[in-house]
């Protein structure tokens, strides 16, 4: 157990809907980063949230958007959603927002867009 | 454009034998190196590192390798055990960069027989 927890672990909706995914991190993590894994690709980074503020941007579209709460948890919204959204949403924990060292994953949340 | 490649969408141990998975990167930027393993419906979990100023790391049966000159780095798991089957993943970063310069290969599935 990571001490990420990601909800919901499974989504089911059609084209044009609107998802929002909620992470909450480790006790003590100030930074929240969230990336989508899609069919047979890496770990593609979309956001980062620094003790509420945003950090980094990597390739998250306009249509998604993000924020981080003052309790330190973060939804990640995903609107007029496309067959090519589906994909693996992981959210990951770290103390700081620097360095190169461990991030803790939860354990994702299934996007299915029919 | 792939930065980190992994080039074996999986691959297939003996319990007890050797398991060598391989990852080669491009961006000669990256200085820092880390594998985490990821079991079905789980998030992926930190394993291990290394830093680009040495060649060779150990954590108990797990060696990662790097090559700096080939740009290529590998994790050495041994001896194999059937619990170490799961799908890895190499990633790369920039020690500059912070956690959102992290660039993740695309998995290897590795499955250990009994």
């Known amino acids: 157990d990571s001490g990420v927890t990601q909800t919901p672990k499974h989504l089911i909706t059609a084209t044009g809907q609107r998802v929002t995914l909620r992470c909450s991190p480790r006790?003590?993590?100030?930074?929240v980063y969230w990336y989508q894994q899609s069919l047979d690709q890496g770990l593609q980074f979309l956001i980062q949230?620094?003790?509420?503020?945003?950090?980094a941007k990597g390739n998250i579209l306009e249509r998604f958007s993000a924020q981080q709460f003052p309790d330190l948890h973060s939804e990640l919204n995903l609107s007029s959603l496309e067959l090519g959204d589906s994909a693996l949403y992981f959210c990951a924990s770290a103390r700081g927002d620097y360095g190169a060292g461990e991030l803790f994953f939860g354990e994702g949340s299934r996007l299915t867009v029919l | 454009d792939q930065q980190v490649k992994q080039n074996s969408p999986s691959l297939s141990v003996q319990e007890g034998r050797i398991s060598i998975l391989n990852c080669d990167y491009t961006n000669s930027m990256f200085d820092y190196f880390l594998w985490y393993k990821k079991y079905p419906a789980e998030g992926p979990t930190f394993l291990i590192s290394i830093s680009s100023i040495k060649d060779k790391n150990e954590d108990g049966r797990f060696t990662v390798f790097l090559n700096k000159s080939a740009k290529h780095l590998s994790l050495h798991i041994v001896p194999s055990q059937p619990g170490d089957s799961a799908v890895y993943f190499c990633?790369?970063?920039?020690?500059?960069?912070?956690?959102?310069?992290?660039?993740f290969g695309t998995g290897t599935k590795l499955q250990v027989i009994p």
């Open positions: 006790s003590g993590d100030l930074s």
């Open positions: 949230y620094y003790n509420g503020e945003e950090r």
């Open positions: 990633a790369a970063s920039p020690t500059a960069g912070g956690y959102q310069k992290v660039t």
